[in-house]
């Protein structure tokens, strides 16, 4: 049980640099594309492929290390990003479009809902084998 807490701790903490490399990136280019004049949601559908491309690497051998096809993991992350780009997307209508917050702020605290979302996906569904998640099972 330690064991798996400390796997998962690892992972977690190596989710963490992942993310925050890509998408702190991500951020000041998204500010910078809107501060020059770019749409929020056009900057944040450009930007969220291009950052879903590159995390995909960084935690398919980094996070998760996982060994599975390239294939079968890549139909499930992208099912998983799909449903991160709808929460995004979403996010940004309600907060900017309907209640007229700053898109600049409402962009940066969906990075963290979709992260949170995205590593849960990941972890249960993404990045799995049969062969880790039997041996995860109490």
Not at 16 to 23: E, F, M, P, R, T
Not at 55 to 72: D, I, K, P, V
Request: aromatic share 18%; with cysteine.
């Amino acid at each position: 049980m330690a064991d798996k807490i400390q796997r998962t701790f690892a992972q977690l903490v190596r989710y963490a640099l992942v993310g925050v490399a890509s998408n702190l990136t991500g951020y000041l280019i998204y500010y910078l594309v809107t501060y020059l004049g770019g749409t929020p949601k056009i900057t944040m559908t450009l930007l969220y492929s291009v950052g879903a491309t590159v995390g995909y690497f960084g935690n398919r051998n980094y996070t998760f290390s996982h060994q599975e096809s390239y294939l079968a993991s890549g139909v499930r992350y992208l099912i998983a990003h799909f449903f991160g780009y709808c929460i995004n997307l979403a996010i940004l209508v309600i907060f900017v479009d309907k209640l007229g917050y700053p898109h600049q702020w409402v962009q940066a605290i969906a990075i963290f809902i979709v992260a949170g979302f995205l590593y849960i996906t990941f972890k249960f569904f993404v990045f799995t084998s049969p062969q880790s998640s039997s041996l995860d099972r109490p």
